[in-house]
């Protein structure tokens, strides 16, 4: 579908199911993407196969979830999404997990997300996309700020990990600051 220089973007489908069952249920994966630990416990295959099954009918000009490949070998590595499109602000919001550990730090993570945001400034004509993570995510705010994101404000206190409080980051990047613009 979207292919850069490390990683391509291609449509969810059925049997990457596996690969979110996996990242899901990994802890360390899980904690960096969200601050936490799983809130219920392990997801189940059923639960995600539900799950899944709508994230494949998305409708693709409001949302949808995209799998991110390894270009040298292939293998699934991760997902990006986005979500909340409206076209008439010309705004979405973007998320990116590479669940692969070995795969972290690689700068995958920086490429998918200029990817989709590449393709949702050219498809939807979008002004702006904009995306978050919680303050301890040292990885994750050096990933979107090389990507070209910024910082834009801050959620004080609002995700709690092990004991402590974080804030919520919240990043954007407008079409004129986007790498492939032309404006």
């Given at each position: 579908m979207f292919e850069g220089t490390s990683v391509k973007l291609r449509a969810l489908r059925a049997e990457d199911a596996e690969?979110?069952?996996?990242?899901?249920?990994?802890?360390?994966?899980?904690?960096?993407?969200?601050?936490g630990d799983p809130c219920f416990g392990p997801v189940t295959a059923e639960a995600l196969a539900r799950g899944f099954e709508t994230m494949l009918r998305l409708d693709p000009r409001e949302s949808a979830v995209l799998t991110v490949e390894?270009?040298?070998?292939?293998s699934v590595i991760g997902m990006v999404d986005y979500r909340d499109l409206d076209p008439f602000a010309g705004q979405a919001t973007v998320g990116v997990t590479?669940?692969?550990?070995d795969h972290w730090g690689r700068g995958h993570g920086s490429e998918?997300?200029?990817?989709?945001?590449?393709?949702?400034?050219?498809?939807?004509?979008?002004?702006?996309?904009?995306?978050?993570t919680w303050s301890g995510n040292e990885?994750?705010?050096?990933?979107?700020t090389r990507a070209g994101f910024r910082e834009e404000g801050r959620r004080r206190g609002a995700v709690?990990?092990?004991?402590?409080?974080?804030?919520?980051?919240?990043?954007g990047m407008l079409r004129e600051e986007w790498p492939g613009s032309t404006d």
């Open positions: 690969h979110h069952l996996r990242w899901r249920n990994d802890p360390e994966v899980v904690h960096w993407a969200t601050g390894d270009r040298a070998d292939g590479i669940g692969d550990r998918a997300l200029l990817l989709l945001v590449g393709h949702l400034f050219r498809a939807f004509g979008l002004h702006r996309v904009e995306l978050d990885r994750a705010v050096r990933a979107f709690p990990v092990a004991g402590r409080r974080y804030d919520t980051v919240l990043f």
